[in-house]
């Protein structure tokens, strides 16, 4: 059973959570990849405001691809996370209490995750469309200058996503090889 989870997030609503569980995300999601999150940095770093809230807030490491006539978003899955590792702990200094994506994290990404009382959900590469179908209104916030990676406000219902990496450190990437070299994946 998934935990439903609505944004702005709240601390409690991830130390909660455990690696392995699914989510359903409703409420604001913002989308920032690499681009995007420099751009930020250097807006918050000379004294402006960001344009969303960080507090409680998720991000998703998406560029999607335009919209259709009669869409809110066109398939939107997610990209490797890894290239946001170097912002994440400025990011969620600032409040993000979720990131989206795909793939493994730095370590020190999990320890900043563990630190700040934040989680990494992934979304399975290849799950675009489905994803897609959780997207109720995407509207650019900032940055329109770079196309596909500008930062949009996503307003979701149920957008699902599985917890990769908790509060307390675990790592969802970890335990599964763990899991799979004791033999409890073999085929019986």
Do not use: W
Not at 36 to 63: C, N, Q, R
């Amino acid at each position: 059973m998934a935990v439903k989870l609505t944004t702005p997030l709240k601390a409690e609503d991830v130390e909660k959570l455990k690696i392995g569980d699914k989510v359903l995300i409703s409420g604001e999601v913002y989308t920032a990849r690499d681009a995007a999150h420099k751009k930020l940095l250097e807006l918050i770093d000379k004294g402006e405001e960001p344009p969303f809230d960080m507090e409680g807030s998720v991000i998703y490491y998406v560029g999607p691809a335009p919209a259709k006539p009669g869409q809110a978003i066109n398939s939107c899955g997610p990209t490797t996370s890894g290239r946001m590792d170097p912002y994440t702990e400025r990011m969620l200094e600032l409040g993000v209490r979720a990131v989206v994506g795909k793939g493994n994290r730095k370590p020190y990404v999990v320890e900043a995750l563990k630190k700040h009382k934040a989680v990494y959900l992934g979304v399975t590469g290849g799950a675009a469309a489905l994803v897609a179908k959780s997207v109720r209104k995407a509207e650019v916030i900032a940055f329109e200058d770079l196309g596909a990676e500008a930062v949009r406000r996503l307003t979701v219902e149920d957008f699902p996503a599985t917890v990769v990496n908790d509060t307390r450190g675990n790592d969802l990437f970890i335990e599964g090889i763990r899991k799979y070299a004791r033999g409890e994946y073999a085929v019986k």
